[in-house]
């Protein structure tokens, strides 16, 4: 299973700068979108994402961890994981919510992911670049809404979920780009958890360092840039 690039052919993704109709090469089903392969291959985010969701939700309902860094590692081994793509729009609320109830967090766990899912899938591929809004930090909003049963008409949760992704997206954006959906999602995750201690007291666990272990499979890694680099790790040893 290819870690990156185009699900069918393997080869690099194209993106539009306005969207166009194309037919997923899975499902069949015609969909507009600014992304194919050079090959002309497109994958729809439902295909994209199914396999690899109902992953994230068989293995975050079954782990004992606290640290969501190491649940949302664990998951990205998956062969249904990709380097990059719409999945990691659910991965990182999930691991949140994961670890923010075997931490201690009172949450009813199966009912909040199978709502992380449904609010995560909404959030389309690629609205990074076309956006300017991470996926991965919309889903801390997600995970903080979820805790807080934050509805459109709340008043102080409103605001805290809205402030949560905001601080996710400025961490996200002081990197630059391109954009690394592991760089993101860790990024991402590790601002909620500082954010989640802040307001409610519950401390999930964190490795210290993070380093990232997929940089192989994306062409555009920042390397020495990126804080997850291995680099870092040895000249901190060093």
Excluded at 109 to 120: D, N
Excluded at 138 to 162: D, R
Excluded at 222 to 235: A, D, E, I, S
Aim: overall charge negative.
């Amino acid at each position: 299973m290819n870690k990156q690039g185009c699900l069918i052919c393997g080869k690099p993704l194209v993106y539009l700068e306005q969207e166009k109709p194309m037919e997923c090469a899975i499902c069949h089903q015609t969909f507009l979108s600014n992304a194919c392969c050079e090959d002309g291959h497109f994958i729809c985010d439902n295909c994209h994402e199914k396999r690899g969701i109902e992953e994230i939700l068989a293995y975050c309902s079954t782990t004992d961890s606290k640290n969501p860094i190491e649940i949302a590692m664990a998951l990205m081994d998956s062969p249904w994981l990709y380097m990059h793509g719409p999945e990691h729009h659910v991965l990182v609320g999930a691991a949140l919510l994961t670890a923010y109830h075997n931490a201690g967090g009172s949450l009813d766990l199966p009912h909040a992911l199978e709502e992380m899912a449904q609010r995560g899938q909404k959030v389309p591929g690629g609205i990074c670049g076309f956006w300017g809004c991470c996926g991965a930090a919309v889903s801390c909003g997600i995970y903080l809404s979820i805790l807080t049963q934050s509805t459109p008409l709340s008043e102080e949760s409103w605001g805290l979920c809205n402030q949560t992704t905001s601080t996710a997206l400025e961490a996200i954006g002081s990197f630059g780009g391109p954009r690394c959906c592991k760089r993101d999602s860790f990024t991402a995750i590790k601002t909620a958890v500082a954010r989640t201690k802040e307001l409610f007291g519950i401390e999930m666990e964190l490795p210290q360092p993070i380093v990232c272990h997929y940089s192989a499979y994306n062409p555009q890694c920042l390397g020495k840039r990126c804080p997850y680099n291995r680099y870092h790790t040895m000249v901190k040893k060093g």
